[in-house]
């Protein structure tokens, strides 16, 4: 391209150059047409609009469902040990002729959130050589066993209960946490798409410019009343804005195909962004400001999923304790039957039956010296005060970061209205020189100087306006709000 320019000469070459202004004008024409047509079919996709759709089909946003549905089976599983058992014990030998036994025991074990397990069953004993502490025939029981130290107030089975509870709702903030951070992204790479959308117009609108004052100068030139330099100047002008269009063109390209990341169909099947979309331009221009940080960090330490998330763990682990604190009490319970003859209920049911029909005993054990049970209660104190001050150094760190966007925000809003006032001065220095060029008491150099400052105000504008909206929902995202 530079060295087209080195050899342009327009006094020795004009109708070849006609035949490639004719060629570029056509260019021109279509590069015109062609957006306009697609104008004309447009949709503007807002930024809530964009939204729902990544909520809807998003992959990473099922695959957090999934999760908290996995956690869900998890607290199927932990509730599963309350469930009813049924124990059948039979076994008979016949040996020599002779019958030595015959054992037919069903029981059914009912474990209850309590410290209490119910018992029931029958049996059927018979035989020469049967165990003497069984009782021959066919008779049944209804009976208890109680803890009454280790495991009174919590054991492994109601231990895996709570923590399967608090698990699940640990993953639900989890899931929040990550809904958050995909929406943080989404939204980030929506006002990227609009900047690039912004920039595209920006410089179709001053190529348009440039072309329409190249063909005026080279009339002008036609006519004797412009210089070479002119057409020279105007052109390479032109040649500028082509090359920052077609550039601003790609950005446009590669900021819709990211924003296409986000999207996919009901199916499963990735969404490619139809060219017809457009983003919100007049959501892009809105003011965003976030006001207080105070507001935002009262929120986010009451909903900020990832510090509910180690609350959570906390909680978990204060579990853990209450269990790990069990192993310091004696092994001491109780257990109790009521028998009855045959498998019917007990007939003359009073303090006679009672003082006759039962079997009870006592288990009791301890470990001496409690070194396992007082060395796993440590450890278990020990894993809160580290979670607690995870705790306390992420809501530290969440508090800053939510002021720091905040700060962030406020800056850049006075930033914006700075450069407004900039571009509206620049904007008044091309109108002038371009009233004092169309009367012969300017250079088209200084023309094209104008010009090009304001384009350098509107794209600094642009690049604003994105970060300015970005960081009014970098503060949502720290604060955790994002849903």
Known sequence: MITAIHHYTPTTNYLHMLNLNTLRRLFFILLTIVPAWVMAQQKVITPDAFIALIKQNHPVAKQAAIQVDK??????????????????????KTFDGKNYYTYTNPELKIPTPLPIDVKAGLEDNAGLFTEPELTKGKSSYLGVELALAKGFLIDKRRAALKQAKIFLSQSEQERRTIINNILFEAYADYFAWAGAYQQLRVYNQFLENSNKRLRLVRIGFNNGDRSEMDTIEA????????????????????????????????????????????????????????????????????QNPVLKSYQYKIESLQVEKRLKFQSLLPYFSVKANLLSKEYYQPKGFGINYLENNYKWGVDFKIPLLLREGRGDYRKAQLKIKEASLELSNKQWQVENKIRSYAAENAALGQQLSTIQGVYNNYKALLKNEELKF?????????????????????QKQIELRVKYQKSRYAVDWAAGLLQ
């Open 438 to 458: 169309s009367q012969g008491e300017s250079t088209l150099f200084l023309l094209n100087s104008r010009e090009n400052k304001v384009l350098e105000a509107v």
């Open 71 to 92: 956690a869900g089976a998890e607290l199927q599983s932990a509730r599963g040990g309350f469930d009813p058992v049924l124990d059948v014990d039979a076994s008979k």
């Open 235 to 302: 052109y390479t002008q032109w040649q500028n804005f082509q090359l920052q269009q077609a550039e601003a063109n790609l950005k446009w390209i590669n900021a819709s195909l990211q924003l296409s990341n986000y999207l996919w169909q009901e199916n499963g099947r990735p969404l490619q962004i139809p060219a017809q979309w457009m983003p919100d331009t007049v959501q892009f221009a809105l003011e965003s400001n976030v006001g207080n940080a105070d507001n935002a960090v009262t929120q986010s330490n009451a």
